[in-house]
């Protein structure tokens, strides 16, 4: 859904409430974190932030202005965003009742701005709860298909500073995975990945993975079919037909894997959490270059496989499919190894130079 001319000035106007307030939060916790010895000057540290306030203040209610006119003019956008703006206005007069605060009482001087700092977290959290989505769908277009956006790094040194306050925000977000347009969020890893915008275009990614495993099965075929050709070849022509065997319950190894660890993430996820149970399809487009890069890992398995235990049958492949990675690493380990002595052996035989 595009966004209305006043939506736009509602969200400009959230926005440099958020940053003001944002900033004058990040010069009280200097002074707070501040231990007493380091202080050379309390008084002048007081006298400051109350310029400080004097200038929030105009950018607070300048915008809070603003935000009143729009509602006045817009009854659809007063709906929605009433809640939102008292919650900011209230706010914002707790923090004038604090105000100022007694220079000549350190102690409770420094309780005054440790209230202060509360309410000002509560404003930060109210912008960012209408802003921060839009902000996201401005920002997913820049992302390739799959690539993620990692909504810490991008957002997390303007989230308020209550860590119940930043898990809300992160919850709001997961809960709400229809607002985002052309991502999905994994509130796991933190990260919003940028998806195709129609569900033909992901179905494609699976399309993809499976003309990749189709691709792989080509392997299975040729290395039945070199003996003609390299007549030491150790794979005999009959051999064709349980390695393509092989080769199907490898594939269903590795993949009743993954099926029983979506079914582990699934029960004992949060409920916000994005799993691969919830939709395959999604789950696959998000992650298809690292599933693609799985099935490479899979086929050089197979390869290893079949070159070093050349009378396996479904069932080891399966098993060797469903740790295929432990597999891989130990036959490539032992590949290495053999080629190692191998060209020690070729550099012995050549003559002295």
Not at 18 to 23: K, N, S, V
Not at 308 to 319: L, Q
Request: net charge negative.
């Amino acid at each position: 859904m595009s966004r209305t001319a006043n939506d736009r000035r509602i969200f400009a106007s959230l926005r440099e409430i958020h940053e003001a307030a944002r900033m004058w939060q990040t010069e009280v916790s200097a002074i707070l974190d501040t231990p007493p010895e380091a202080s050379s000057d309390f008084k002048h540290e007081i006298a400051a932030q109350a310029k400080r306030k004097h200038q929030i203040d105009t950018v607070v209610h300048d915008g809070i202005k603003t935000i009143r006119t729009i509602f006045a003019e817009d009854h659809k956008e007063h709906e929605w965003g009433a809640q939102v703006l008292i919650n900011i206005e209230l706010s914002w007069q707790a923090l004038g009742n604090l105000w100022p605060p007694d220079e000549n009482q350190r102690e409770q001087s420094l309780k005054t701005l440790r209230s202060v700092r509360r309410q000002l977290d509560q404003v930060v959290y109210e912008c960012l709860s209408v802003v921060l989505t839009p902000d996201i769908n401005d920002r997913l277009p820049n992302l390739e298909v799959g690539q993620a956006l990692n909504l810490e790094f991008v957002y997390g040194t303007g989230f308020p500073l209550d860590p119940n306050l930043h898990k809300r925000l992160v919850d709001e977000i997961a809960q709400e995975q229809g607002i985002i347009h052309g991502g999905v969020f994994d509130p796991d890893s933190g990260l919003i990945y940028r998806v195709a915008p129609t569900e033909k275009e992901r179905r494609k990614s699976c399309w993809r993975l499976a003309f990749l495993i189709l691709c792989g099965a080509l392997v299975a075929v040729a290395a039945c079919f070199i003996r003609p050709i390299l007549p030491g070849w150790p794979i005999p022509t009959s051999r064709f037909p349980a390695l393509l065997m092989n080769y199907v319950f490898l594939f269903v190894g590795a993949g009743g894997h993954v099926i029983i660890d979506a079914l582990k993430q699934q029960r004992s996820r949060a409920a916000s959490s994005f799993t691969a149970m919830d939709d395959w399809i999604m789950w696959l487009h998000v992650r298809e270059t690292s599933v693609r890069y799985s099935i490479l890992w899979i086929c050089l398995g197979f390869i290893l496989l079949t070159a070093m235990v050349p009378d396996m049958d479904w069932r080891g492949a399966f098993v060797a499919g469903y740790s295929i990675d432990s597999i891989t690493d130990l036959f490539l380990s032992r590949f290495e190894g053999a080629v190692g002595k191998a060209a020690t052996q070729i550099k012995q035989s050549l003559p002295p130079a």
